[in-house]
């Protein structure tokens, strides 16, 4: 595996591979890496030549200032796990070469109707710092393909839109891929290193919660189902900030459950100070 830490250099050793014709698969992380990322780094080794894997843990997409501080750094861990899953290329720029002209100096996306609901509501500006990350890296990295998680659902959606707003330049084709869970449940997630271990127990709620509302869609209305998860999360510890069912094709958010169409449930909900999320296809 090779590490970069600038733009020039990677970018040097990218274009070559790309004038030899090779696909370049790339996995943008924030570090703390966990089994969820290394699915994400296997899939992008099946489907191209040379799998890069960005580690930067990116300022300007936290709203709470506190959960950029506390945000786990695992770096050594971070490259054994790398080297583990054979990725071939780490990037770990600094902020400066990831924002050279500071951070206040990105483009603006419009994201819409993405923006304004769930994630982008609860955390205003998190998809705007996202958006500003990601298309930087895709400017650096220029991949083929990209890989990212279903665990952060909206996310995807984000990224998919940002393709379309950037014109694709270098038609990359966005992988999103199954969410890898815990025996419990739990979707891994970086920020689960950040549970203590009454909290961990507690965290699989989130997951039998989901299940629930698969499992009901059915029988029962929905604000029915979602009382019942609003209260057994709340009995549980936790702060429940959503529990809702969209539209999974446009995250238009449902009122009931709609059998006609494709639908996704999703939760976000605080334990603790560790804000966890989760997602599960409906049918
Ligand atoms: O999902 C993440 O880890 C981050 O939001 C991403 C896509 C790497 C951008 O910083």
């Given at each position: 595996?090779?590490?970069?830490?600038?733009?020039?250099?990677?970018?040097?050793?990218l274009s070559d591979l790309r004038l030899k014709g090779k696909s370049i698969g790339f996995v943008p992380t924030m570090g703390a890496l966990h089994a969820g990322h290394g699915s994400l780094v296997i899939k992008?080794?099946?489907?191209?030549?040379?799998?890069?894997?960005?580690?930067?843990v990116n300022p300007t997409q936290f709203n709470d200032k506190v959960d950029f501080e506390k945000y786990p750094i695992t770096r050594e861990a971070d490259l054994a796990l790398l080297l583990e899953w054979g990725c071939q290329v780490a990037f770990f720029p600094d902020v400066e070469d990831v924002y050279p002209n500071g951070m206040n100096a990105g483009s603006e996306f419009d994201f819409g109707y993405l923006n304004t609901i769930l994630e982008g509501e609860k955390r205003p500006g998190h998809f705007q710092g996202?958006?500003?990350?990601?298309?930087?890296?895709?400017?650096?990295?220029k991949p083929s393909d990209l890989f990212m998680g279903q665990k952060d659902f909206q996310q995807?959606?984000?990224?998919?839109?940002?393709?379309?707003?950037?014109e694709n330049p270098y038609q990359t084709k966005l992988h999103i891929c199954p969410t890898v869970r815990d025996a419990?449940?739990?979707?891994?997630?970086?920020?689960?290193?950040?549970?203590?271990?009454?909290?961990?127990?507690?965290?699989?709620?989130?997951?039998?919660?989901?299940?629930?509302i698969q499992s009901k869609q059915s029988t029962d209305s929905f604000s029915v189902v979602q009382r019942e998860c609003l209260d057994l999360l709340t009995n549980k510890d936790f702060i429940p900030e959503y529990?809702?069912?969209?539209?999974?094709?446009?995250?238009s958010l449902l009122e009931d459950f709609d059998a006609k169409r494709k639908m996704v449930a999703l939760i976000a909900a605080k334990i603790g100070s560790v804000r966890l999320i989760d997602n599960l296809l409906l049918n």
């Amino acid at each position: 595996m090779i590490i970069f830490k600038t733009e020039a250099d990677i970018q040097n050793y990218l274009s070559d591979l790309r004038l030899k014709g090779k696909s370049i698969g790339f996995v943008p992380t924030m570090g703390a890496l966990h089994a969820g990322h290394g699915s994400l780094v296997i899939k992008a080794k099946d489907e191209t030549d040379c799998v890069v894997c960005s580690v930067f843990v990116n300022p300007t997409q936290f709203n709470d200032k506190v959960d950029f501080e506390k945000y786990p750094i695992t770096r050594e861990a971070d490259l054994a796990l790398l080297l583990e899953w054979g990725c071939q290329v780490a990037f770990f720029p600094d902020v400066e070469d990831v924002y050279p002209n500071g951070m206040n100096a990105g483009s603006e996306f419009d994201f819409g109707y993405l923006n304004t609901i769930l994630e982008g509501e609860k955390r205003p500006g998190h998809f705007q710092g996202v958006g500003q990350v990601v298309s930087r890296l895709l400017d650096i990295v220029k991949p083929s393909d990209l890989f990212m998680g279903q665990k952060d659902f909206q996310q995807c959606m984000v990224i998919q839109k940002l393709l379309e707003l950037k014109e694709n330049p270098y038609q990359t084709k966005l992988h999103i891929c199954p969410t890898v869970r815990d025996a419990d449940g739990l979707a891994m997630s970086s920020r689960n290193k950040l549970l203590s271990e009454p909290q961990r127990t507690l965290a699989a709620t989130i997951y039998q919660c989901l299940v629930s509302i698969q499992s009901k869609q059915s029988t029962d209305s929905f604000s029915v189902v979602q009382r019942e998860c609003l209260d057994l999360l709340t009995n549980k510890d936790f702060i429940p900030e959503y529990v809702s069912i969209a539209d999974a094709n446009n995250l238009s958010l449902l009122e009931d459950f709609d059998a006609k169409r494709k639908m996704v449930a999703l939760i976000a909900a605080k334990i603790g100070s560790v804000r966890l999320i989760d997602n599960l296809l409906l049918n």
